[in-house]
């Protein structure tokens, strides 16, 4: 990177100097630092880094250093500025040794809970696709396989500790359970952080899957039409009433759940639709935002330009704010994150990076690292939240992004977001 990085300038190890911000042009995982953009704090960062194998493969950032790196060292000469404190080649390695496995554990428990998500999503993906394109013709099979799925994701969410929410990998099938699992997870997660029971958590899964079911009976030409003429847009909204009956025809949906489906495009404001009502559950309230939010983020017709995830909660905010709850808005808001999953950042230290999960702090997600050279299979993942010194500046649109940058991060992955709950494999 610091190659093509026209700021970056080459450096001596003999320059170096606390104050200095450097770039290792080397692999992250062969060095002991957080991120491969290092700023160096003191005498004891100048020894490890002179312990490397840099030379070469050192540079600096003049506009993120404090200070002017050293004159260059004669052959024969002797370094300038303060001596370094004498610490035996032994120590600097063990002292390597302990911040590489300190890092590699940050890393691991961060990943490991993203893997626990891409497989419990695999799982949810498979028996949801099944079921809703068996729902049809077979409708009590698929009520039935539907009904065991949203009562085993609300007991998780309502009887375990806090669930994390995770970014997740490419997938290959882009069916509809990818909106259906999208909304079903963040409901689940806003309805238990706004009180909901397990009984109403596992009627508002099942509406969560099952409300864009009747989509299926709607010619695709509408469906991906984002500019719907007044006939056309009737025959869209048809798809709630053809849920519905889907929903009923199953047998597994109780009163409650059917009656979320049918209201999951009203509004607060009486604006929505089928019926323009204004009284509305929590649940249903709950629904209407999810749905809403991922379809900001992922609308159905290639007219419309996709929402960056902070993007659609201001939109939300700001342009819709009376159609939504706003204490529920603010549930959302809080659990997502200032910088949602599927946002892309930039680091206090210059680094890029997408963010995957919330983190406890607000303004401090969990974020995969931009590290050219390496698949994102082995880039660094980190919790923000655990790193002193390392937070987010700014939010990114992807379009300002250089095309092997876009590329790498793919922010589009934020298609698919699902949960993991600490110490369920």
């Known amino acids: 990177m610091a190659a093509t990085d026209p700021e970056a300038l080459p450096l001596e190890l003999s320059q170096l100097v606390p104050g200095l911000c450097v770039w290792l042009d080397m692999k992250w995982m062969d060095h002991p630092f957080l991120t491969n953009r290092v700023l160096i704090k003191n005498?004891?960062?100048?020894?490890?880094?002179?312990?490397?194998?840099?030379?070469?493969?050192?540079?600096?950032l003049p506009s993120r250093s404090t200070v002017q790196p050293l004159p260059l060292v004669p052959v024969d000469g002797k370094a300038a500025g303060e001596p370094l404190p004498v610490v035996s080649p032994d120590a600097l390695a063990a002292e390597r040794q302990r911040l590489a496995?300190?890092?590699r554990e940050k890393i691991r428990r961060v990943k490991d809970a993203a893997a626990r998500a891409d497989r419990a999503w695999d799982s949810a993906a498979s028996a949801t696709r099944e079921a809703l394109a068996m729902l049809a013709r077979s409708p009590r099979m698929a009520g039935k396989q539907l009904a065991q799925l949203s009562r085993e994701t609300a007991a998780t969410i309502s009887q375990g500790p806090d669930a994390l929410l995770h970014l997740l990998g490419p997938k290959d099938d882009h069916g509809p359970q990818f909106h259906a699992l999208n909304v079903m997870t963040l409901c689940m997660l806003v309805g238990k952080k706004a009180g909901l029971n397990q009984t109403e958590l596992t009627d508002l899964a099942m509406a969560a899957v099952a409300h864009d079911a009747g989509k299926a009976e709607i010619p695709l030409p509408i469906l991906r039409n984002g500019h719907r003429k007044k006939h056309e847009e009737d025959h869209y909204r048809l798809h709630v009433r053809h849920s519905v009956q889907l929903a009923r025809e199953s047998g597994a949906f109780g009163p409650h759940a059917t009656a979320l489906i049918e209201q999951h495009h009203e509004a607060?404001?009486?604006?929505?639709?089928?019926?323009?009502?204004?009284?509305?559950?929590p649940s249903a309230a709950i629904l209407i935002m999810v749905n809403r939010y991922d379809r900001l983020c992922a609308p159905e017709?290639?007219?419309?330009?996709?929402?960056?995830?902070?993007?659609?909660l201001a939109h939300m905010l700001r342009q819709e704010g009376s159609r939504h709850d706003p204490h529920l808005l603010a549930v959302l808001i809080h659990l997502l994150g200032v910088y949602p999953p599927g946002t892309v950042v930039r680091l206090s230290d210059g680094s890029l990076a997408l963010v995957v999960s919330p983190g406890a702090d607000i303004y401090r997600p969990r974020v995969l690292l931009y590290s050219p050279g390496v698949s994102?299979?082995?880039?660094?993942?980190?919790d923000l939240g655990n790193e002193d010194g390392l937070d987010v500046v700014d939010a990114i649109r992807p379009a300002d992004l250089a095309p092997c940058v876009l590329?790498?991060?793919?922010?589009?992955?934020?298609?698919?977001?699902?949960?993991?709950?600490?110490?369920l494999a």
Request: glycine share 8%.
């Open 43 to 60: 005498a004891h960062d100048v020894s490890l880094l002179r312990s490397l194998p840099l030379q070469g493969h050192l540079y600096y």
């Open 101 to 103: 496995d300190a890092r």
């Open 268 to 281: 607060a404001d009486g604006s929505g639709f089928p019926r323009g009502i204004t009284t509305l559950s």
């Open 301 to 312: 017709s290639p007219m419309l330009a996709p929402l960056m995830p902070s993007e659609a």
């Open 376 to 382: 994102d299979d082995d880039a660094p993942m980190l």
């Open 407 to 423: 590329q790498w991060l793919n922010p589009q992955k934020r298609l698919a977001c699902f949960f993991s709950v600490e110490g």
